[in-house]
Nanobody
Framework: VQLQASGGGLVQPGNSLRLSCVAS????????MGWYRQAPGKQRELVAA???????NYADTVKGRVTISRDNAENTVYLQMNSLKPDDTAVYYC??????????????WGQGTLVTVSS
């Protein structure tokens, strides 16, 4: 099972960006999905998470500016980020808890996509 993230880039403060992450491979079902980020010199932290049924959880630092959503049919999770700030600069990683076709529980990480917020 693999996660492929995309959508990162350079954006000016106040602007928006949408990240996508698709799960592929020997998947039976994708349960919780989420986005984490790691800024230079800092630990990886949770940005937002979403259950299969659509319940969401956000870090306090992004509440009101970020929306996580998913498409279960496409095994895809999205992160819509608005009003971006320089402090949002980080490598963003998607994460998924997956049951594979051998009915094994896996936790999978994407490769990371860099978001840089700068003027």
């Amino acid at each position: 099972v693999q996660l492929q993230a995309s959508g990162g880039g350079l954006v000016q403060p106040g602007n928006s960006l949408r990240l996508s992450c698709v799960a592929s491979g020997s998947i039976f079902i994708v349960n919780d999905m989420g986005w984490y980020r790691q800024a230079p010199g800092k630990q990886r932290e949770l940005v937002a998470a979403i259950t299969r049924s659509g319940s969401t959880n956000y870090a306090d630092t992004v509440k009101g500016r970020v929306t996580i959503s998913r498409d279960n049919a496409e095994n895809t999770v999205y992160l819509q980020m608005n009003s971006l700030k320089p402090d949002d600069t980080a490598v963003y990683y998607c994460n998924a808890k997956v049951i594979n076709k051998n009915i094994r529980s896996l936790e999978v990480w994407g490769q990371g996509t860099l978001v840089t917020v700068s003027s």
